[in-house]
């Protein structure tokens, strides 16, 4: 279904420890439009495409940008297909891994 669509918007209004949902979008190549609360902002492949949470005229003037110019969006909807292809689960799990492996006081164990 979200192959189907050309942007995905996740208008979060509380702070989402990881956007889920942001990083599904941009793996089935669509233009994420995300609020800027959480770890979103990490999730996210171009923070051009966060607006303030609870800001419905910042979210509307992105759209309206998408709208205006189709061959961008497009682009960044591949762009974000991209970035999700180099953060998948393995870098995530890099960062876990390394993460275990220090010693309580921060240091290499």
């Given at each position: 279904m979200l192959r189907s669509q050309d942007v995905l918007v996740?208008?979060?209004?509380?702070?989402?420890?990881?956007?889920?949902?942001?990083?599904?979008?941009?793996?089935?190549?669509?233009?994420?439009?995300?609020?800027?609360?959480?770890?979103?902002p990490e999730a996210i492949a171009s923070p051009k495409h966060l607006f303030p949470a609870g800001d419905p005229h910042a979210l509307a003037r992105s759209l309206q940008e998408?709208?205006?110019?189709?061959?961008?969006a497009a682009e960044h909807g591949r762009a974000a297909r991209r970035y999700a292809e180099h953060h998948d689960w393995s870098l995530s799990w890099s960062f876990l891994a390394e993460h275990l492996a220090m010693a309580d006081d921060g240091r290499p164990a």
């Open positions: 996740v208008p979060s209004r509380w702070p989402e420890p990881w956007g889920l949902t942001v990083s599904e979008g941009q793996a089935s190549g669509l233009v994420v439009l995300a609020s800027d609360v959480g770890g979103i998408l709208l205006d110019d189709r061959d961008a």
